[in-house]
């Protein structure tokens, strides 16, 4: 069976559509699925829409969260709860095409553990925003070496990989870049995105922004280390205006010599930070409590 995770924010105009569409599509392709919308604390009837779907349809099931607490909540919670043999991140909007799930589905069949649909355009958004993404994607890349571009979150992955995902004990997540992390057996295909179904996009710019800071800190910690260069940078600058001071004073000009003094006690004090900075990354990789590995097969347990 597959299960299909459907994080949904005030979708009171998409749930019976999407259901529809989804469940369509998966039964026109025979395939067994449950179809998990996730109410992440919806103020409109959304709850209400999922609740009675849930009634009259067998493969509607409903998790409504106390709260809004997110997409990454909603996410990991369709991930705990699903009970299929794979399952498929998708967006409640159809910015995701869903007929695209009967190509990962086939793939999965094929022996593939994850398969991740990656944007071939990125649809309608405005340059400032296509800016901001390109730039936090290369830092992404640049600091913990995952390849984001194009990434999105509609995923089909293992159980083996949503097992591995449920073990993570840390609690600020980002699915996204985690679901690479991991690891297994990858494969891409491409898609376009689509406009919107109905309603509005449930981000603005301060969200996206600290949405961005927060998984930048939690895959690198290049931000805490930045001081201890820093602190180099000072050290050498002390140096040369050091030397000159020196050279200038046996040349005969006067001389104060505070440049260099100044300059060389702000880098013993950055260097002691970054010293600290060092050991409280330390720390936090290990609070992380990210595994060391994740073994994907191992012979003796398929005897
Ligand atoms: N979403 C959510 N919680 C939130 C914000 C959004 O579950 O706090 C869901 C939303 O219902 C949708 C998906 O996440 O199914 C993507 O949101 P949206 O379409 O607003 O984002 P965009 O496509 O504009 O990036
Ligand atoms: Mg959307």
Redesign the pocket.
């Known amino acids: 069976m597959m299960s299909i995770i ?6 009171e105009e998409n749930i019976e559509n999407t259901a529809k569409v989804i469940g369509g599509i998966m039964e026109e392709n025979n395939i067994e699925c449950e179809m998990i919308f ?1 109410d ?1 604390g919806s103020r409109d009837r959304t709850w209400e829409i999922i609740e009675n779907l849930s009634k009259s349809n067998r493969s509607v099931r409903g998790l409504k969260f106390s709260r ?1 607490f ?2 990454e909540g ?1 996410i990991f919670a369709g991930l705990k709860h699903c009970k299929g043999d794979c399952a498929v991140v998708i ?3 159809l ?1 995701h095409p869903p007929a695209l799930m009967v190509e990962m589905y086939n793939l999965w069949k094929q022996g593939w553990q994850v398969v991740e649909a990656v944007k071939a355009s990125r649809g309608k958004e405005s340059p400032i925003y296509g800016f901001f993404a390109k730039t936090f994607y290369g830092m992404m890349k640049s600091s913990s070496n995952i390849d984001m571009n194009g990434a999105s979150d509609y995923k089909l992955m293992d159980r083996q990989v949503i097992d591995a995902l449920n073990d993570l004990p840390e609690r600020i997540t980002f699915y996204r870049a985690l679901s690479s992390w991991v690891g297994f057996k990858t494969t891409k295909i491409e898609f376009n995105v689509a406009p ?1 179904n109905a309603g509005v ?3 603005n710019f301060k969200k996206l922004f600290k949405f961005a800071l927060s998984n930048l800190t939690s895959f690198t910690n290049a931000p805490l280390q930045l001081v201890t260069v820093f602190g180099f940078i000072f050290m050498f600058a002390a140096v040369v205006t050091g030397v000159i001071s020196i050279v200038r004073a046996c040349q005969g000009f006067p001389q104060n010599g505070i440049m260099p003094v100044m300059l060389f006690s702000t880098s013993l004090i950055m260097l002691a930070l970054g010293a600290i900075g060092y050991y409280l990354s330390k720390i936090y990789e290990e609070i992380k409590g990210r595994p060391r590995y994740i073994v994907s097969i191992d012979t003796d347990s398929e005897k």
């Open positions: 459907i994080p949904s924010y005030n979708e996730v992440d809004n997110g997409k909603a967006d409640c909007d910015q919107r996009s449930k981000w």
